[in-house]
């Protein structure tokens, strides 16, 4: 059946035109509904140093919902201005926290990250928390929550994690109505978030030139940075490109909403989007192994970004590995040393 309307939507809707980078970002945040947000009333809830870093947890309303809790990670004697980092926790499933997964706070070592936080990592990450990784290297790292993850999940009725994440996930088709009944998407509330979350960590006098990283959903979050944030200097998108038309076959109902705007596909594939913000540097990670996307869909992805680079071929970076869905230890490095290259000259 979808092979068929895929037929008849190809035929009469005539979906992935190839508009400039320029006009597709701008038609795209307009389909999206991507919200026009600001991070008002910023507090500093707690702070805490862990050897040679230094730490803040952060609060901020973006005027619904809960408040939005952030780590901030930095080298702790280091002198400023220093490169900043918006690090954008992953999807993965677990909807009981967000930034946990990819930053250690005040309370670890003792008692440590939870056990389901433990599996996220070993599962995706290599085992370890890559944002105090890359504070340690130079950079003041921000890592917030987002839209129905951790600070901003919903109340469900369940407080434990594995009960809330599977509520969550039976929850997030209801989300993502709510936001098209107003005139948003799930993920155009998502890109307003951690757009007022890079605009603060631009704002603050100890931070540079700013980018952003991120896996999987993470990596979504960081491809919507980089096309609608014109001041986003550099952005690593790991395990989250492919083009939808290979997708279409067995891959749909593997992702969560935010990687179905609707009105995206009318205006161009989801590579051209992720490459629409040429010339400005960008890092795409393929894991080849990657159960989440066919690899037809990553190579035509490449083939697509490449096109749009062709101008500045120097400012994309291509990161192929022979591994599943990940951003292990090998891709962080990879991705620590890019972003320091491009950030700190």
Same mark, same amino acid.
């Given at each position: 059946?979808?092979?068929?309307?895929?037929?008849?939507?190809?035929?009469?809707?005539?979906?992935?035109?190839?508009?400039?980078?320029?006009?597709?970002?701008?038609?795209?945040?307009?389909?999206?509904?991507?919200?026009?947000?600001?991070?008002?009333?910023?507090?500093?809830?707690?702070?805490?140093?862990?050897?040679?870093?230094?730490?803040?947890?952060?609060?901020?309303?973006?005027?619904?919902?809960?408040?939005?809790?952030?780590?901030?990670?930095?080298?702790?004697?280091?002198?400023?201005?220093?490169?900043?980092?918006?690090?954008?926790?992953?999807?993965?499933?677990?909807?009981?926290?967000?930034?946990?997964?990819?930053?250690?706070?005040?309370?670890?070592?003792?008692?440590?990250?939870?056990?389901?936080?433990?599996?996220?990592?070993?599962?995706?990450?290599? +085992?370890? @928390?890559?944002?105090?990784? *890359? !504070?340690?290297?130079?950079?003041?790292?921000?890592? %917030? $929550? &987002?839209? =129905?993850? #951790?600070?901003?999940?919903?109340?469900?009725?369940?407080?434990?994690?594995?009960?809330?994440?599977?509520?969550?996930?039976?929850?997030?088709?209801?989300?993502?109505?709510?936001?098209?009944?107003?005139?948003?998407?799930?993920? +155009?509330? @998502?890109?307003?978030?951690? *757009? !007022?979350?890079?605009?603060?960590?631009?704002?603050? %006098? $100890? &931070?540079? =030139?700013? #980018?952003?990283?991120?896996?999987?959903?993470?990596?979504?979050?960081?491809?919507?940075?980089?096309?609608?944030?014109?001041?986003?200097?550099?952005?690593?998108?790991?395990?989250?490109?492919?083009?939808?038309?290979?997708?279409?076959?067995?891959?749909?109902?593997?992702?969560?909403?935010?990687?179905?705007?609707?009105?995206?596909?009318?205006?161009?594939?989801?590579?051209?989007?992720?490459?629409?913000?040429?010339?400005?540097?960008?890092?795409?990670?393929?894991?080849?192994?990657?159960?989440?996307?066919?690899?037809?869909?990553?190579?035509?992805?490449?083939?697509?970004?490449?096109?749009?680079?062709?101008?500045?071929?120097?400012?994309?970076?291509?990161?192929?590995?022979?591994?599943?869905?990940?951003?292990?230890?090998?891709?962080?490095?990879?991705?620590?040393?890019?972003?320091?290259?491009?950030?700190?000259?």
């Amino acid at each position: 059946m979808f092979a068929e309307l895929a037929e008849v939507a190809a035929a009469q809707l005539g979906p992935y035109p190839s508009l400039p980078g320029p006009e597709l970002r701008r038609a795209a945040r307009a389909a999206m509904g991507v919200l026009d947000l600001a991070a008002g009333d910023v507090r500093v809830e707690r702070s805490w140093t862990d050897g040679d870093l230094a730490g803040e947890e952060l609060s901020w309303s973006v005027g619904f919902g809960p408040r939005t809790h952030a780590y901030l990670l930095r080298p702790r004697d280091a002198a400023g201005p220093l490169p900043g980092v918006v690090a954008l926790h992953c999807h993965g499933g677990m909807k009981w926290v967000g930034k946990e997964k990819i930053a250690d706070g005040p309370s670890v070592p003792s008692p440590g990250p939870s056990l389901e936080v433990q599996r996220v990592r070993e599962r995706l990450y290599g +085992g370890r @928390a890559y944002a105090n990784e *890359l !504070a340690r290297r130079g950079f003041v790292v921000l890592a %917030p $929550d &987002v839209l =129905t993850w #951790g600070s901003r999940r919903f109340p469900l009725g369940v407080d434990e994690p594995g009960p809330y994440d599977a509520a969550a996930r039976d929850h997030e088709h209801v989300v993502a109505k709510y936001c098209a009944a107003l005139g948003t998407s799930f993920a +155009g509330v @998502a890109a307003g978030e951690d *757009l !007022a979350a890079a605009a603060y960590l631009r704002s603050r %006098p $100890d &931070v540079g =030139t700013v #980018g952003c990283v991120g896996l999987s959903g993470g990596g979504l979050r960081a491809a919507l940075l980089g096309a609608f944030d014109p001041d986003m200097r550099a952005v690593v998108v790991a395990a989250m490109v492919s083009s939808y038309r290979d997708m279409i076959d067995g891959y749909v109902e593997k992702h969560t909403w935010m990687l179905w705007p609707p009105g995206l596909p009318r205006l161009g594939d989801w590579p051209d989007l992720v490459a629409a913000r040429a010339p400005e540097p960008l890092m795409v990670q393929y894991a080849l192994r990657d159960e989440l996307f066919p690899e037809p869909g990553m190579r035509r992805a490449h083939t697509m970004i490449e096109e749009r680079y062709r101008e500045a071929p120097d400012a994309y970076e291509a990161v192929w590995a022979d591994v599943p869905h990940s951003f292990d230890v090998t891709r962080q490095e990879q991705a620590f040393d890019w972003l320091a290259q491009r950030l700190k000259a």
